[in-house]
């Protein structure tokens, strides 16, 4: 029998006003210390967003004492909600709690969750709506997130951050505003946004997933998904499949991309130093320095 994994992993999101938001990191970040919890939180006065990992019982005792913290005569998390994994593995090295403009970055003024966003699609529900004929099905997040895994027959943007998706929508999608649009990303935080910029610009039949794909590949059987490939996470895990199950990919530690085992076996690729993606990126002496940084590492 093995043992059960020793790490919870929370993904958490709530799009809340939080006037004076730079007030909360210090308590975040001294209850986090205190439960022994690592990842990242990051903090704007639209909300929190992040993910975090602990031993089971002192990750569920912080996320209770978040969902209780006071701020302005509110409790701003008491209604917050989190989707749950698993590692064998510490899938942080440390804690960080970040003040942010965004939880996730947009750049485009007025965009407001809490006031208008998209119809919410349960997962057991979603196959339906992507495989009719007249839906554009949307993949939300990066070009190297899409490359390892996605939606059969989604379209993917070629973005290389979240911040050029608005001026992609604006040059790609339909001009029929009654056309229906759906769209997915890792946890649903992107698509809270996307989908509140496309109703905002008109679009009146907008949907997205509701949790994310990592809902769905939680909820969903593998004989019945229409999921392909892994879904990158941001962790140390990589990616993950069906049931959360942890994939096979690993992450360049020069660029900071993910790999694939027959990518490490490119020409291109030395463990710490370069990638087929990143060869071209840096210089020499940057790979000097990358090789001294791999042996600082392997020495332990």
Same mark, same amino acid.
């Given at each position: ?5 020793? /790490? ?6 709530? &799009? ?9 990191? %210090?308590? $975040?970040?001294?209850?986090?210390? =205190?439960?022994? *919890? ?9 909300? $929190? ?10 990750? @569920? ?30 899938? &942080?090295?440390?804690?960080?709690? #970040?003040?942010?403009?965004?939880? *996730? ?8 969750? #809490? @006031? ?8 057991? !529900? /979603?196959? =339906?709506?992507? +495989? ?36 992609? =929508? ?7 505003? @009654?056309?229906? $649009? ?16 496309? +109703? ?9 997933? +509701? ?15 229409? /999921? ?5 996470? &941001?962790?140390?895990?990589?990616? *993950? ?18 790999? %694939?085992?027959? !990518?490490?076996?490119?020409?291109? &690729?030395?463990?710490? *130093? ?22 600082? #590492?392997?020495?332990?």
């Amino acid at each position: 029998m093995t043992d059960a994994p020793k /790490w919870q992993i929370a993904a958490l999101y709530k &799009f809340v006003a939080l006037p004076n938001h730079e007030a909360l990191r %210090t308590p $975040i970040a001294d209850a986090a210390g =205190a439960h022994g *919890v690592c990842g990242t939180l990051l903090i704007a006065p639209e909300g $929190i967003n992040g993910t975090i990992a602990a031993q089971r019982s002192e990750l @569920q005792t912080f996320l209770n004492w978040l969902q209780s913290v006071e701020h302005e005569g509110q409790r701003p998390f008491a209604s917050l909600e989190w989707k749950e994994s698993h590692a064998a593995d510490k899938p &942080f090295a440390k804690m960080k709690v #970040r003040l942010k403009r965004e939880i *996730v970055t947009m750049g485009v003024e007025g965009i407001d969750p #809490r @006031q208008t966003v998209g119809t919410y699609v349960e997962p057991k !529900d /979603w196959n =339906a709506l992507i +495989k009719r004929s007249d839906v554009t099905l949307i993949d939300t997040r990066n070009e190297y997130e899409v490359e390892i895994g996605t939606f059969e027959g989604a379209i993917n943007p070629n973005t290389a951050s979240f911040g050029e998706f608005p001026q992609w =929508a604006e040059d790609n999608l339909p001009d029929d505003k @009654q056309a229906p $649009i759906a769209m997915f990303c890792t946890g649903g935080i992107r698509c809270e946004k996307s989908t509140a910029l496309l +109703k905002g610009r008109g679009y009146e039949n907008v949907f997205h997933l +509701k949790g994310g794909i990592l809902k769905y590949l939680e909820d969903m059987q593998e004989d019945e998904s229409t /999921w392909q490939g892994e879904c990158f996470v &941001f962790d140390q895990r990589v990616s *993950v499949g069906h049931g959360l199950a942890e994939g096979p990919h690993t992450l360049c530690h020069a660029c900071g991309l993910p790999l %694939t085992p027959a !990518d490490m076996k490119r020409p291109e &690729f030395e463990a710490g *130093v370069s990638c087929h993606r990143c060869l071209s990126r840096y210089t020499d002496a940057d790979r000097a320095r990358f090789r001294q940084r791999q042996r600082q #590492r392997e020495a332990g």
